[in-house]
């Protein structure tokens, strides 16, 4: 590979803080809200214009599309994020379960308005370079923006990136499912001109449940509960498509759930677009599945107006400002959690939180209706080899079938809140991030309302 030589260079630093969250994901976000209700001086960078990533920049809309009448819930910071846009009207009941709807666009203001409450200081508009080291402890991180190369210096630092980029490039040992097995990527987007009447009368007169799932490309694993129960799910249409020549026969991945359909005539969150073998951390791969996944949108929103009933005048209202990515880096933590333990309930000693027995990736999807839930080990954020430096979110420890539950929205909350909290406390007790005390953690972090056991 041809290189170049950079000339070196002295980096201003441009702020210094307790605890640098980099990342504002749903697992940033309630980290760096928890740990600066836990007393410590916050940050959390971003390199979007916005806060909430997945919820927000892709236009993940359904938290907690998973809850049921028996779901057992953590509590903290996921649930406020649903009470709070509920408040402010950004939140519509969600169309297949007991939990609302996040307005994508609404939550916005939801997180802006957390992060000003709590007293933390965002940076947005950049992005993530290179960790600051001396040894094996990371001392902060450059960024580059609009105003060039800058230096933030931390005594602790969260990385929210989601492909665990930062504890990669400080050297901590990182794994990556195989490019072939790597959960699809997608583009999200949302339509509007829905005649809503119409449409859930077309939904009601043809129910689909979870057991439908199972068509065509996917095969989907249930534990048998899940089969009659209801699903807006979307295969009919695109099927009509593809034998009468308006999808390309090869599409047959096109498919999947809509979100909420409003009085306004808007539909939103469709989860319609997977694209295999899309490398989320590799921008090549980016920028063509970006490219491509708007593509088979607008196919998908063709086959819409020709085969859903009230879907006639369906138009494109706008895409999730990034593509949508479930599966990347992940590190090799202290504990690495296994399908066992998503499966079967894990208990852990130094859990943080615990999170509903929700399994939905690798032709998995197991919904927690009837009471059953695991623990999340602390373990599972400590990156080897690495100090000063925590994991949260879906880059956190473990094996694929355990990522396809913690990768969830709710869960990197959980985690989430538990890093922010554990960094804190090790900065208030001078402790390194591996000694922390966890029963204090533990009793701050329900203090703050999350249910551990």
Not at 5 to 32: C, F, I, K, N
Not at 173 to 202: C, I, N, W, Y
Not at 403 to 430: E, F, I, P, T
């Amino acid at each position: 590979m041809l290189t170049i030589t950079e000339p070196a260079r002295e980096v201003p630093v441009v702020h210094q803080t307790d605890v640098l969250v980099v990342g504002s994901g749903p697992g940033g976000l309630a980290a760096a809200l928890a740990a600066a209700r836990a007393g410590a001086e916050v940050t959390l960078l971003d390199r979007f214009g916005c806060f909430g990533g997945n919820i927000t920049v892709v236009g993940v809309e359904g938290f907690a599309w998973y809850r049921h009448e028996q779901t057992v819930e953590a509590g903290g910071i996921g649930w406020e994020f649903e009470e709070r846009a509920k408040a402010m009207g950004a939140a519509v009941p969600e169309s297949q379960s007991l939990s609302y709807e996040l307005d994508s666009e609404g939550f916005k203001l939801v997180a802006d308005r957390l992060v000003e409450e709590a007293g933390i200081h965002p940076m947005l508009h950049r992005v993530f370079v290179a960790p600051i080291m001396e040894g094996n402890v990371i001392k902060g991180v450059i960024v580059e923006s609009k105003a060039g190369r800058e230096a933030v210096l931390a005594k602790r630092v969260i990385d929210a990136t989601g492909d665990a980029d930062v504890a990669h490039r400080a050297g901590a040992p990182t794994r990556k499912t195989p490019l072939e097995e790597t959960q699809a990527a997608s583009v999200m987007f949302h339509v509007a001109g829905v005649d809503k009447q119409r449409f859930m009368e077309g939904v009601k007169a043809d129910p689909q449940t979870y057991a439908n799932w199972s068509t065509g490309e996917w095969q989907v694993e249930t534990d048998g509960k899940e089969d009659e129960m209801f699903s807006p799910f979307l295969a009919k249409p695109f099927a009509q498509a593809i034998r009468d020549g308006v999808i390309p026969a090869h599409l047959n991945t096109i498919g999947g759930t809509w979100g909420a359909v409003h009085d306004s005539g808007e539909m939103t969150y469709m989860n319609l677009v997977h694209l295999a073998g899309c490398d989320g951390v590799d921008p090549d791969s980016l920028t063509k599945f970006e490219i491509e996944g708007r593509k088979q949108a607008m196919l998908a929103i063709e086959a819409l107006r020709r085969y859903t009933p009230g879907c006639e005048g369906v138009r494109l209202r706008n895409f999730g400002m990034s593509i949508g990515i479930r599966d990347s880096r992940k590190i090799d933590a202290v504990y690495n959690m296994t399908e066992a333990d998503v499966r079967h309930q894990g208990r852990f000693e130094d859990t943080i939180g615990i999170y509903p027995e929700f399994i939905d990736g690798y032709g998995i999807l197991i919904l927690p209706t009837t009471g059953r839930y695991m623990q999340i080990p602390y373990r599972s954020m400590l990156p080897k080899g690495i100090d000063n430096l925590l994991v949260t979110g879906r880059a956190i420890g473990g094996d694929k079938v355990s990522h396809a539950a913690v990768r969830n929205m709710a869960c990197c909350a959980v985690a989430g809140q538990g890093a922010g909290v554990a960094a804190a406390l090790s900065l208030k007790s001078n402790r390194g991030l591996a000694d922390v005390d966890l029963s204090a953690a533990q009793a701050e972090l329900t203090r703050q309302g999350v249910r551990i056991h």
